[in-house]
C-alpha cells in the first residue's frame, strides 16, 4: 500500500518560491511515477506536474511551466516541487501521488499540504 506524506506549503506573497516535498516510508519512490496535484476550493483536482519512473520524464501544466519544477532526489526517497514566482492562482492544496504503470490510478494520496499566495 502507497502512503505519500506532503509537506513545505505555506502563506506566501505573489512572486515568491516555495519548495514542497514528497516522501514515503516503506517503499522506495523512484520505482514509481510521481505526480503533484492541486484542488482550490469548489474545483477539481488537476495534475500539476509528473516525473516518470526509470528516464525520469517530467510533464508540467501548462500553466506553470516555466515557474514549476518537479525533480527526485532518490537518496532522500523525496519528490521535489520547486515554485518560484508564485501567483494567487497558484493557491490550492497541493497532494503528490503515485503509480508504477502508466495505465494505472494514481494513489497514495496524503492530506496535502496548503499553499496560499497572496496579492
Known amino acids: 500500500q502507497v502512503q505519500l506524506v506532503e509537506s513545505g506549503g505555506g502563506l506566501v506573497q505573489a512572486g515568491d518560491s516555495l519548495t514542497l516535498s514528497c516522501t514515503a516510508s516503506?517503499?522506495?519512490?523512484?520505482?514509481?511515477?510521481v505526480g503533484w496535484f492541486r484542488q482550490a476550493p469548489g474545483q477539481e483536482r488537476q495534475l500539476v506536474a509528473s516525473?516518470?519512473?526509470?528516464?525520469?520524464?517530467?510533464t508540467l501544466k501548462d500553466s506553470v511551466r516555466g515557474r514549476f519544477t518537479i525533480s527526485r532526489d532518490n537518496a532522500k526517497n523525496t519528490v521535489y516541487l520547486q515554485m518560484n514566482s508564485l501567483k494567487p492562482e497558484d493557491t490550492a492544496v497541493y497532494y503528490c501521488?503515485?503509480?508504477?504503470?502508466?495505465?494505472?490510478?494514481?494513489?497514495?494520496w496524503g492530506q496535502g499540504t496548503q499553499v496560499t499566495v497572496s496579492s
Open positions: 501521488a503515485a503509480k508504477l504503470l502508466v495505465a494505472q490510478n494514481y494513489n497514495g
Open positions: 516503506g517503499l522506495t519512490l523512484s520505482v514509481f511515477t
Open positions: 516525473i516518470s519512473r526509470g528516464d525520469g520524464t517530467t
